[in-house]
């Protein structure tokens, strides 16, 4: 896939601003700054520059950061992981629908403090700065003023999305794989994927082996590697190289080679397995619907 100039341009720059925060919490010492779904948020706003996404950059900022803010909250709560999770995923689409955004990556920011557990304000603090400087980075590029926007979540999305995640929470919780609860790299497509006319399945195939490839890369390279800045100069060029070789702009898969630094031990070998199975779910899910939504409103015609 031909880069033009600009392209390599911005890729280099959103690949530096990645490896800044990395740098970051490597000489603080604090992993609750590593924040995965900001190498979505900077492919998907200062490389691909997504129309939706950048349409209204303020909403970089807010979105991503109210999401956050709850799943910091909802962390804080005395109950089970896969609860937390569910209470959160509903809490945010809530939000999303308030401020009218499509902003998909920020289901993963809002995941994110419930699936490392984090305690400190660091991570609000990192949150604000990062998606401030994105959000800076739109308005400097320009680009937005050129965009249309995405439609407005719409109520049979949310309640498609609220009954997938339901049932995915329930399946995982009984069969005593709670930690499985949250993938926020593929619950990031499907809520993007859902809002699409149609989905095919070449495009889920092609989605499938971004997600699952990325999340192996991410644990393959971070198993011989224990320094997070190396790890991440090495697995997110890959990720790029895996997304050029599919012919696609995927900034979900960005997400996962930072995920896989900071997961706890008990979720870290077993992400490959867990994207596998995720991604199955709720792709495959995505493609019967819209195969059978034709269908579906002959009848009722």
Known sequence: MYLSTIEKRNYLIGFLFIIFMVSIATFLNDLEIILPEIGALTAGTWIYQN?????????????????????????????GYAQKVLIGLLLMLILLKILRSNLAPS?????????????????????LLFTLALMCGVFLQGSYK??????AIQKHHMIIF???????????????????????????????????????WRMAAKHFIALVGAASIGVFVHTFIASWIVSALIAMPLVFILLQLLRIKLPAAFAFPLLA???????????????????????GSIVVLKKIKPILQTKTE
Do not use: C, R
Request: proline content about 8%; glycine content about 6%.
């Open 51 to 79: 129309d939706g996404w950048i349409h209204q950059p303020t909403k970089i900022f807010l979105a991503p950061s109210g999401t956050a803010i709850i799943g910091f909250l909802v962390n804080q709560l005395s109950i």
């Open 261 to 283: 630094l900071v997961l706890p031990k008990s979720m870290f070998h077993m992400l490959p397995i867990t994207a596998i199975l995720a991604s199955t779910f709720f792709l």
């Open 107 to 127: 289901f993963a920011t809002g995941l994110l403090p419930i699936i490392i557990n984090a305690s400190h304000w660091s991570f609000i603090v990192a949150i």
């Open 146 to 151: 050129e965009t249309t926007p995405d439609k």
């Open 162 to 200: 609220t009954i997938m995640a339901i049932v995915w929470v329930g399946a995982v919780w009984f069969f005593g794989f709670a930690q499985m609860a949250a993938i926020p790299p593929v619950m990031v497509v499907f809520f993007e994927v859902l809002q699409k006319p149609d989905y095919k």
